[in-house]
T-cell receptor
Framework: DQQVKQNSPSLSVQEGRISILNCDYTNSMFDYFLWYKKYPAEGPTFLIS?????DKNEDGRFTVFLNKSAKHLSLHIVPSQPGDSAVYFCAAGDNFNKFYFGSGTKLNVKP | DGGITQSPKYLFRKEGQNVTLSCEQN?????MYWYRQDPGQGLRLIYY???????QKGDIAEGYSVSREKKESFPLTVTSAQKNPTAFYLC???????????????FGPGTRLTVL
């Protein structure tokens, strides 16, 4: 049973607009959440994270929001750029340093 | 220049053969992980190790084995018992701090294994 879910396999956005990628989780024991960006045939690269004591973390064009009561997190990219086109994975970690990944959302930013 | 290396990038194996995938890191990380990615799916945890000479099974450990004799190295053996070994294999490492934040995983470039 998947503990981390990304229900949108793909998303298409116009350059300059906002991209919103969503992620849901089921385990309330998760205390650390991350977003990774992945290009084909490469390993994922870390993008941004948030701990369970916060509800928002911002880094440049990237902002992650955490809604613990809804067990939901989202990644906002503003403004979106064609170079942002990639697969985005969300991940959740427990206090045993074990991470669970969603199935990914493929973002396409159109010029 | 710190990072994680995986070799080889592409690997072909005949059915029934064991094969070992290499993973090395010079980030001084205590924890290392092996994941498998299949088309259209997320990363699934095979094995992980939080300290030298210790490792735990992940969600899909059947047909795989690992060793952690050195901090820098965490090789994965895909045995003939693995029913569907063709996949993209990713190795990662992280610190093991339990403070809130800072233990994001760093990934290697991956090895694509194809069983012929």
């Amino acid at each position: 049973d998947q503990q981390v879910k990304q229900n949108s396999p793909s998303l298409s956005v116009q350059e300059g607009r906002i991209s919103i990628l969503n992620c849901d989780y089921t385990n309330s024991m998760f205390d650390y959440f991350l977003w990774y960006k992945k290009y084909p045939a490469e390993g994922p690269t870390f993008l941004i994270s948030i701990s369970s004591i916060k509800d928002k973390n911002e880094d440049g064009r990237f902002t992650v929001f955490l809604n613990k009561s809804a067990k939901h997190l989202s990644l906002h990219i503003v403004p979106s750029q064609p170079g942002d086109s990639a697969v985005y994975f969300c991940a959740a970690g427990d206090n045993f340093n074990k991470f669970y990944f969603g199935s990914g959302t493929k973002l396409n930013v159109k010029p | 220049d710190g990072g994680i290396t995986q070799s080889p990038k592409y690997l072909f194996r005949k059915e029934g053969q064991n094969v070992t995938l290499s993973c090395e890191q010079n980030l001084n990380h205590d924890a290392m992980y092996w994941y498998r990615q299949d088309p259209g799916q997320g990363l699934r945890l095979i094995y992980y190790s939080q300290i030298v000479n210790d490792f735990q099974k992940g969600d899909i450990a059947e047909g795989y084995s690992v060793s952690r004799e050195k901090k820098e190295s965490f090789p994965l053996t895909v045995t003939s018992a693995q029913k569907n070994p063709t996949a993209f294999y990713l190795c990662a490492s992280s610190t093991t701090t339990n403070t809130l934040g800072g233990n994001e995983q760093f990934f290697g470039p991956g090895t694509r294994l194809t069983v012929l």
